[in-house]
């Protein structure tokens, strides 16, 4: 496999009737899938004289994909029936012999001059959608080390449809090593940027700065990169849209459809965009025109083929799209109450009414009851409306559909209240920090730390922290064997950094590291009797003090390699003992 693209080698099509007027055709319309195929910076197409001249020797399938140094092979044949031009086709995997993907075209055949473009078009289609999935199936099961970039890129997408922070997390990784693999893939670097632009546009909606410049410095990357791929255009645009920078998405989503102008998975995305920025007529052609492409497209297309039509306030159609979009995107259910409240259908858009209102509450606000006029605030932010009587339009759905709020107090896009992340959302957690983001893998320590986050300055018994009632109990050691190698360890981590610094002459951190020290030797000064003997705890809360230190200490330490500068200012931030606080030098908000 290449490390960019897939490649493929378009064979000159059988004439089954032996009739030259169609040897005519047909070759005519290899001609012009390879042309189409060209515009597809996924797929690496062999020139048509390499194939065809190839295809005349009467080697096989394997000796010609081994010659032409190909992944595929699409061979076809074309038969005239009566008024038909009956014209099928077969993607085969010449290094296996198999057969990945096979489609059949009825043509009238005085026409085909007339449609063959539109066939093109959609075999073109087809057939990377076709090589992207086989690529998918036989990659499934392999290591990611092992992929190539272009394997690595198709993984990351995989996850990023999902639209699950884990998924985010997963897809990160897949982009990073194709990078790895291929430092100048473009693609890689606008995968990155996309998954940081799900984080961005829900579910890290409280770190929404942090996240959008992470999006758009990687697509800047990717331009860099490559300025002519039409879907590092597409994300640089959606990311000015959400900036409001209208003018600037405009020109690169009139530049895609120069580009790409028959690219479904592309035309889908400019469905939304021209919608967004007021060509709603442009935006509905190009929604109709991708579904048309890709019969077997994704639901999610649906979403974005429904907007131009709310837009345009034809309702019916809003809804017969709109009815199609999985629950994954989140505004759906809000753009369906509203067209139904639009139409008088009360009963319908409370329905959905109640359908946004829980998913918002999963996947925005993570279970807590949202501020009164929180939705309202969303909803318009995510959807940057350039026209302003597009805006109104849409504001007023949302009131007739229940969603209440007074869309003139909206802030502008910057000035949305943003703060810090500590949370736990689903099996991860966000940390959001000093427009540094990661999601963690759950550690024990890290409740403890989200409830000290939630309470600066407040002193917190170590028993509420612990969970523990007060009761008494004797017998068991202070410090058992785990905590006592976990403080060795911190111990002679410090004793080596300390190192450092005295050679660094860093007098600020060493003061630092020598604080944190003294600490954890006057823990284990606690911990233990005469002559260093273990002591024996007395009671619940010595046992509390000693679980709980232990606990928060491990998660900072843990927390250290995914997040070094939050590890630092909860290390120095965070006081443990009998009553634990979090005290920050400067005033610090958080969301828990």
């Avoid at 057969?99 to 075209?105: G, K, M, P, S």
């Avoid at 085909?112 to 998918?136: P, R, S, W, Y």
């Avoid at 959807?383 to 007739?400: A, G, I, M, T, V």
């Avoid at 630092?568 to 606080?581: A, D, K, N, Q, W």
Wanted: hydrophobic share 40%; glycine share 6%; charged share 25%.
């Amino acid at each position: 496999m290449s490390h960019r693209h897939a490649s493929i080698a378009i064979l000159p099509l059988e004439n089954l009737t032996d009739s030259p007027e169609d040897a005519r055709l047909a070759s005519g319309f290899v001609q012009d899938l390879i042309a189409e195929l060209a515009r597809f910076p996924s797929v690496a197409v062999i020139a048509a004289q390499s194939a065809f001249a190839i295809e005349s020797t009467g080697l096989d399938d394997a000796e010609i994909g081994r010659r032409l140094g190909v992944d595929y092979l699409l061979k076809g044949s074309v038969r005239r029936a009566a008024k038909i031009l009956r014209l099928n086709t077969q993607l085969v995997q010449p290094a296996t012999g198999q057969h990945v993907w096979a489609e059949r075209y009825d043509l009238p055949a005085k026409d085909f001059f007339a449609v063959q473009d539109e066939v093109a078009a959609k075999v073109a289609n087809a057939l990377t959608a076709g090589i992207d999935q086989n690529v998918l199936r036989t990659t499934r099961r392999q290591q990611l080390t092992d992929l190539a970039a272009y394997e690595c890129w198709l993984r990351g997408m995989e996850c990023l449809q999902r639209g699950t922070i884990g998924a985010d997390d997963e897809a990160r990784a897949f982009f990073q090593q194709a990078l790895a693999v291929d430092p100048q893939f473009a693609r890689a670097q606008a995968g990155l940027s996309l998954s940081h632009f799900n984080d961005w546009s829900c579910q890290a909606w409280g770190c929404w700065e942090e996240k959008e410049k992470l999006a758009y410095d990687c697509a800047k990357q990717a331009e860099l990169l490559d300025p002519n791929d039409p879907l590092v255009q597409v994300i640089l645009a959606k990311i000015e849209q959400y900036r409001r920078e209208h003018q600037s998405a405009e020109i690169r989503y009139r530049r895609v459809l120069s580009l790409a102008p028959n690219d479904a998975t592309l035309l889908i995305q400019l469905a939304g965009g021209f919608a967004l920025l007021g060509d709603a007529e442009l935006g509905a052609d190009c929604g109709q025109r991708a579904l048309a492409l890709h019969p077997l497209c994704p639901s999610w297309y649906f979403y974005y083929a429904a907007l131009p039509y709310f837009v345009l306030k034809n309702y019916p159609r809003a809804i017969e799209l709109g009815l199609k979009t999985p629950v994954i995107v989140t505004d759906g259910p809000a753009y369906l109450a509203a067209a139904y409240a639009r139409q008088g259908d009360a009963e319908r858009a409370k329905s959905h009414l109640a359908e946004f209102q829980q998913v918002f509450r999963e996947r925005i606000t993570f279970g807590k009851s949202p501020a009164p006029d929180e939705a309202l605030r969303w909803l318009l932010h995510v959807n940057p409306f350039r026209r302003e009587e597009d805006l109104e339009h849409f504001s007023e759905s949302l009131r007739l559909a229940g969603i209440a709020g007074k869309p003139a107090a909206l802030p502008a896009v910057h000035s949305w209240p943003v703060g810090n992340i500590f949370r736990k959302e689903g099996a991860l957690w966000t940390a959001c920090f000093e427009h540094e983001v990661a999601h963690l893998p759950e550690v024990r320590g890290y409740q403890d730390i989200a409830k000290l986050l939630a309470q600066p300055a407040a002193e917190t018994h170590c028993i509420a922290l612990a969970g523990r009632s007060a009761d008494t109990g004797r017998g068991a050691e202070v410090l058992d064997e785990r905590a006592r190698l976990a403080y060795r360890e911190r111990l002679n981590e410090l004793d080596s950094e300390l190192a450092e610094c005295e050679a660094a002459n860093d007098i600020a951190r060493a003061e630092r590291l020598e604080n944190e020290k003294e600490r954890l030797l006057d823990e284990i000064r606690k911990a233990t009797g005469l002559g260093g003997r273990d002591r024996k705890m007395g009671d619940a809360v010595e046992r509390a003090r000693t679980a709980v230190t232990w606990r928060i200490r491990n998660a900072i330490k843990k927390l250290e390699p995914a997040h070094p500068a939050l590890a630092r200012h909860l290390g120095h931030s965070i006081r443990t003992g009998v009553f634990c606080s979090y005290t920050p030098e400067k005033e610090t908000r958080w969301f828990v």
